[in-house]
């Protein structure tokens, strides 16, 4: 089975490399997504058997500034990479995220909840989730949240850098949701891409995040206990943490229709401690 995979060098991306070393995977330079047209190109040309979209814009805050060019990535790109598979026959496989949904109230969004972005990022992603099935393919929109490895930009990684001059953060604690191990995103990705075939009775908007729900000063406190850093996490509420977006108080996500493909919950702290164990952190 050939996969064509879009992003080389993005969290998920760099987990997917690792697990299927003979994708066909294409970074910016092969396939820029603010060109759509050349994305549904590059799946013409290549005849895949199933295609697994890992790259996007996410810079959360710099979308509030670049929302049109947010948009064409996360919305118009992965659109035309569906158009493609959808031509062929082959299944397509995207990825969404938590910030799709407003954040109100405490249950668990499930995948039918409606959505209302607070931000222009969520607001580009779910452009993305409207026009992957307007294709008419058989796709799965896999909706992720709060994404962690030992590569890339994330909150880990932030987290251990300001633990090498600070000994207190505040963090907020009443964003809750499930922090992701790439890792796990990248094993799902891929048992999705086996199991969807061209079948589109399986198609549709799944859910996947880290288990147990935590608040980001949660995931911060379990980060410098397993590195063993002695970094003091003061809670605070999102408005003592002004940023340009406004992000989800609630990114708890019902994950449960998800095991139609055999795939349950990871548990994020174990997450945690391969990643550290990767960056050479001690315990
Ligand atoms: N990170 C998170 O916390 C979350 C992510 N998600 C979703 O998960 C998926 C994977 O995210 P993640 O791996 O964390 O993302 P990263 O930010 O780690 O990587 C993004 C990837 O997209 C590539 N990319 C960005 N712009 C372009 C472009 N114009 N043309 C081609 N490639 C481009 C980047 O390439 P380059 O290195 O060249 O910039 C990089 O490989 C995305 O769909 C994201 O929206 C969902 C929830 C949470
Ligand atoms: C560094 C820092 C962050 N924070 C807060 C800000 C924010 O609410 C939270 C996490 O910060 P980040 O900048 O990592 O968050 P953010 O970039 O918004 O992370 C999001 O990225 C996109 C791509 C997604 O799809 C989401 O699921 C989510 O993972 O922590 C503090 O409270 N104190 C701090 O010192
Ligand atoms: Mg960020």
């Known amino acids: 089975m050939t996969?064509?995979?879009?992003?080389?060098?993005?969290?998920l991306a760099t987990e997917l490399a690792r697990r299927v070393p003979d994708a066909i995977q294409l970074g910016r330079d092969e396939a820029d997504l603010s060109d759509p047209s050349a994305c549904g190109a590059a799946i013409r040309d290549a005849r895949p058997d199933v295609v697994i979209n890992a790259a996007?814009?996410?810079?959360?805050?710099?979308?509030?500034?670049?929302?049109?060019?947010?948009?064409?990535?996360?919305?118009?790109?992965?659109?035309?990479?569906?158009?493609?598979?959808?031509?062929?026959?082959?299944?397509?496989?995207?990825?969404?995220t938590d910030y799709v949904f407003d954040g109100s109230g405490e249950a668990p969004f499930t995948t039918n909840h409606p959505t209302a972005p607070l931000g222009a990022y969520g607001r580009s992603k779910l452009a993305g989730e409207l026009a992957v099935p307007a294709a008419g393919g058989a796709h799965a929109i896999l909706r992720t949240s709060w994404?962690?490895?030992?590569?890339?930009?994330?909150?880990?990684?932030?987290?251990l850098r300001?633990?090498?001059?600070?000994d207190r953060l505040?963090?907020?604690?009443?964003?809750?949701?499930?922090?992701?191990?790439?890792?796990?995103?990248a094993d799902?990705?891929?048992?999705?891409?086996?199991?969807?075939?061209?079948?589109?009775?399986?198609?549709?908007?799944?859910?996947?995040?880290?288990?147990?729900?935590?608040?980001?000063?949660?995931?911060?406190?379990e980060i410098?206990?397993?590195?063993?850093?002695?970094?003091?996490?003061?809670?605070?509420?999102?408005?003592?943490?002004?940023?340009?977006?406004?992000?989800?108080?609630?990114?708890?996500?019902?994950?449960?229709?998800?095991?139609?493909?055999?795939?349950?919950?990871p548990d994020w702290r174990e997450g945690v401690r391969e990643a550290l164990a990767e960056l050479g952190v001690p315990g």
Not at 170 to 178: C, E, H, K, L
């Open 147 to 159: 994404v962690f490895s030992a590569h890339g930009a994330n909150f880990l990684k932030t987290m």
């Open 224 to 265: 410098f206990a397993q590195a063993g850093r002695e970094v003091e996490v003061v809670g605070i509420p999102s408005s003592g943490y002004p940023t340009p977006a406004k992000r989800p108080l609630n990114s708890r996500m019902d994950c449960s229709t998800l095991s139609v493909f055999g795939l349950e919950r």
């Open 188 to 221: 799902a990705c891929l048992a999705i891409a086996s199991q969807l075939g061209d079948d589109a009775g399986k198609s549709g908007i799944y859910h996947f995040s880290g288990a147990p729900d935590t608040s980001w000063a949660g995931f911060a406190r």
């Open 162 to 166: 300001l633990s090498e001059t600070r």
């Open 170 to 185: 505040t963090i907020v604690d009443d964003q809750i949701g499930g922090p992701t191990q790439a890792s796990a995103i």
């Open 3 to 11: 996969i064509l995979i879009f992003g080389k060098t993005g969290q």
């Open 56 to 96: 996007a814009y996410t810079a959360v805050d710099r979308a509030e500034e670049e929302e049109a060019l947010a948009t064409t990535i996360n919305g118009k790109a992965p659109g035309a990479m569906a158009l493609a598979c959808a031509e062929l026959g082959i299944p397509f496989v995207h990825v969404s």
